[in-house]
T-cell receptor
Framework: NAGVTQTPKFQVLKTGQSMTLQCAQD?????MSWYRQDPGMGLRLIHY???????DQGEVPNGYNVSRSTTEDFPLRLLSAAPSQTSVYFC??????????????FGPGTRLTVT | GIQVEQSPPDLILQEGANSTLRCNFS?????LQWFHQNPWGQLINLFY???GTKQNGRLSATTVATERYSLLYISSSQTTDSGVYFC?????????FGPGTRLSVLP
């Protein structure tokens, strides 16, 4: 298993540009989520999905868009990048809470800088 | 919503020392995990421990769900243990993270 993969590892954008951060998992996990981590801080939830076709907002959803057309993929779109979106982005996945065990696994992260 | 607190916020140890990190949560949860974020930013699963005690080498964890806390023990610390330790609980629809404990192990 490759686990949770994210691309790209690094990205520099200009203000106003758009881009998509890719996330994929091969563990057949129902639950997937995106977090951002700012310097010296913990992880804040952006969006999450409990299954294909179902997404919902987390703590800091503004400026981001998601979709979940397959179980494996959960891309995060920045519609019009702003310097405040400079951060490290982590994707994570787990089985649903209906399973006996649903520990969360993280991807390696994408370091995004918006100038 | 649920509050997740971790203590201490920062910890500096000499190599070989032992330490205990604490995670308190304000409501009942069914899922608790401990993660280590290494200096390169990678988040590594340490324990999935909604209740009871688990051990993995020099690390062990105990969760007392009825009293709403979990403890992570690090024995004979090494410089490679440095980084930030997060606990996370599943509450409602989401995982909620504590603010982390930053551990520095000095040679």
């Amino acid at each position: 298993n490759a686990g949770v993969t994210q691309t790209p590892k690094f990205q520099v954008l200009k203000t106003g540009q758009s881009m998509t951060l890719q996330c994929a998992q091969d563990m057949n996990h129902e639950y997937m989520s995106w977090y951002r981590q700012d310097p010296g801080m913990g992880l804040r939830l952006i969006h999450y999905s409990v299954g294909a076709g179902i997404t919902d907002q987390g703590e800091v959803p503004n400026g981001y868009n998601v979709s979940r057309s397959t179980t494996e993929d959960f891309p995060l779109r920045l519609l019009s990048a702003a310097p405040s979106q400079t951060s490290v982005y982590f994707c994570a996945s787990s089985y649903s809470r209906l399973r006996p065990s649903y520990e969360q696994y993280f991807g390696p992260g994408t370091r995004l800088t918006v100038t | 919503g649920i509050q997740v607190e971790q203590s201490p916020p920062d910890l500096i140890l000499q190599e070989g020392a032992n330490s205990t990190l604490r995670c308190n949560f304000s409501d009942s949860v069914n899922n608790l995990q401990w993660f280590h974020q290494n200096p390169w930013g990678q988040l590594i699963n340490l324990f999935y421990i909604p209740s009871g005690t688990k051990q993995n080498g020099r690390l062990s964890a105990t969760t007392v769900a009825t009293e709403r806390y979990s403890l992570l023990y690090i024995s004979s610390s090494q410089t490679t243990d440095s980084g930030v330790y997060f606990c996370a609980v599943f509450y409602g629809q989401n995982f909620v993270f504590g603010p982390g404990t930053r551990l520095s192990v000095l040679p």
